[in-house]
């Protein structure tokens, strides 16, 4: 599995912004599509967005699409998910996530394998 650790998350004010960063181990990490998923307390997690392996293609939740851009950084393998115009709902642990070979869809927990840690992501109002 690939080693992912998030970073970036903090407190902010609602409409404040936020950029999340995920380092991976894997030199090889421009193979596989990678996505940003949250978990609020006593919530499951959710699909956030995705990004295809070469970053030409992206995928946002309708809860954050306009609001949160997902990119990526082959070169220094990395992710990133700026987040704008930040609103209370927002508020949970973020993950990154690599996006198993053979899944079907890029928007469902069971198609993601490798998992960061999280970062914290809290949103005052």
């Known amino acids: 599995q690939v080693q992912l650790v998030e970073s970036g998350g903090g407190l902010v004010q609602a409409g404040g912004s936020l950029r999340l960063s995920c380092a991976a181990s894997e030199r090889t990490f421009n193979n596989y599509a990678m996505g940003w998923f949250r978990q609020a307390p006593g919530k499951e997690r959710e699909f956030v967005a995705a990004?295809?392996?070469?970053?030409?293609?992206?995928y946002c939740a309708d809860s954050v699409k306009g609001r949160f851009t997902i990119s990526r950084d082959n070169a220094e393998n990395k992710l990133y998910l700026q987040m704008n115009s930040l609103k209370p709902e927002d508020t949970a642990v973020y993950y990154c996530?690599?996006?198993?070979?053979?899944?079907?869809?890029?928007?469902?927990?069971?198609?993601?394998?490798?998992w960061g840690q999280g970062t914290q992501v809290t949103v005052s109002s």
């Open positions: 990004i295809s392996r070469a970053g030409r293609d992206t």
């Open positions: 996530a690599v996006r198993n070979r053979l899944s079907a869809d890029y928007c469902r927990v069971a198609d993601f394998g490798s």
